[in-house]
């Protein structure tokens, strides 16, 4: 009852936002994400209860990513638009949004600041957490433990729609096989379900043998791209480093006691391995040791709904009908979070949707979630902190790119370094001339 409580809340939402950017029924499908806060009250006598009040606060659709070619060196390009992603990075626009008005001291539903703390220092307030849902199992968890239905020879000359389509459908090998993935599920046809996410450079291979032996779990992976590789690692693997360094980002940590954790991951009905998920999302982390205080390794609770996605993959293809075409994932990525202005943000290929080549480079272009804007956010928090209760790591003048700014976030960038030592040394390093740009959009 309450994992359909929270996929109702989050398809509603869905539903509320306008036509542009959602996939045709019965020929495009998508995948959605969301971040929904819980927020824990008591009733006083004599009821002597407690209630939760749920909300989602951040939504994204989408499922697919930029080539490395067409990452932009000033950050006015949104690299990854798979649903988790968006989700993510629209919370966190929510989340400065409120850290912002509880520096003003208008008040927050988020934040409190932490006693005694002589610079501007805060936590969650104690009766609040988060939740992710997903419609689908987090793109190439199977990576991160591949799951096996049964065996299913992959013809060899023949490539996966994950491979060919940017950004990928997620275990596209169902619809190979000629079975639905609501077949799989239901365990009416033998397959495997596989990803077209290739691993990263530098470590081992998939052996690429028949049935459950085509995959190694694991591994690191980067989603595909059409033609151009991507730099963007797979959400599993996304979800994976979430689970110790936080969500909130480098940023927002400048300002917190600690990292903020999804305490609950909900996925909507579609073909699931719990073992695989657990494998994938934390216990490749669980040895890690010696993190800052503040950060530590999570194992969020892991739940499914029955309540399937409408514009799933699976219901997409149920709906198809002669005339219409092949089915395929929409092209369009729509993220909406709780915020006063502008809350809805459009995409295709990277920038505003709709967007035409005369606009490129300026800011109409831009995706409120892309990285320069964040940025601009980011900032627009330090400005409003009263000089005297800046934090320690925020008054360096040589602060001025947006790495720079990353970089001063000492105890997150540790944990980060310990991570990466300890369960993650193939993770690729970012490309440091992609985030040496500044506020105004000059190349440092």
């Known amino acids: 009852l309450w994992t359909g409580e929270i996929a109702s809340l989050c398809y509603e939402r869905f539903q509320e936002l306008p036509r542009t950017g959602k996939p045709e029924a019965g020929r495009e499908w998508t995948l959605l994400a969301a971040v929904v806060q819980l927020n ?15 909300e989602v606060v951040s939504l994204g659709t989408g499922s697919k990513c930029i080539g490395q070619a067409s990452m932009s060196p000033t950050g006015e390009v949104l690299n990854d638009s798979h649903a988790e992603v968006l989700a ?6 929510y989340l400065m949004e409120e850290l912002q008005q509880a520096l003003s001291g208008r008040g927050s539903t988020v934040w409190e600041r932490v006693p005694g703390a002589q610079e501007a220092r805060f936590r969650l307030q104690p009766q609040v957490s988060f939740v992710l849902f997903t419609s689908h199992t987090p793109c190439e968890f199977g ?40 077949q799989s599920e239901q365990g009416g046809a033998a397959d495997v379900h596989r990803t077209g996410a290739k691993c990263v450079p530098g470590g081992p291979a998939d052996p690429l ?7 190694c779990t694991g591994l690191l992976r980067l989603k595909p791209g059409r033609g151009d590789r991507t730099l963007s690692l797979s959400c599993s693997d996304k979800l994976a480093r979430w689970g110790v360094l936080g969500f909130q980002g480098a940023l927002l940590s400048h300002y917190l006691q600690g990292a903020v954790y999804f305490t609950t991951v909900v996925v909507g009905k579609c073909p699931y391995s719990q073992e695989a998920l657990q494998r994938a999302m934390f216990l490749r982390c669980s040895h890690v040791s010696g993190l800052p205080a503040g950060y530590s390794v999570t194992s969020p609770l892991l739940l499914r709904s029955s309540l399937e996605f409408p514009f799933s993959q699976a219901q997409t293809e149920l709906r198809h009908q002669a005339g219409q075409g092949r ?10 979070c709780k915020v006063s202005d502008q809350p809805l943000d459009i995409t295709a290929n990277g920038y505003k949707h709709g967007v035409t080549k005369k606009a490129l480079g300026t800011a109409k272009a831009r995706s409120l979630l892309c990285k320069r804007n964040l940025f601009e956010s980011f900032l627009s928090v330090v400005a409003a902190t009263p000089p005297a209760e800046l934090p320690l790591s ?10 720079d700014y990353k970089a001063a976030s000492a105890q997150y960038q540790q944990a980060w370094a310990l991570l990466r030592s300890q369960a993650f040394p193939l993770w690729p390093r970012s490309d440091r001339s992609l985030l040496l740009f500044s506020a105004t959009g000059q190349c440092m």
């Open 394 to 403: 925020l008054r360096s003048s040589e602060l001025r790119t947006y790495w």
């Open 209 to 215: 043998l028949p049935g459950a032996g085509y995959h």
């Open 88 to 93: 993510r990075r629209g919370c966190i626009r």
């Open 143 to 182: 990576p991160g433990g591949t799951f096996s239905i049964g065996v299913y020879r992959r013809p060899l000359l023949q490539k996966t729609e994950a491979e060919s389509v940017q950004g990928g459908a997620l275990e596209p090998t169902e619809r190979e096989a000629g079975i639905s993935p609501r």
């Open 40 to 54: 824990f009250c008591f009733v006083p006598p004599p009821e002597f209860t407690f209630s939760v009040v749920k």
């Open 327 to 336: 089915v395929s994932p929409c092209g369009a990525a729509i993220s909406w």
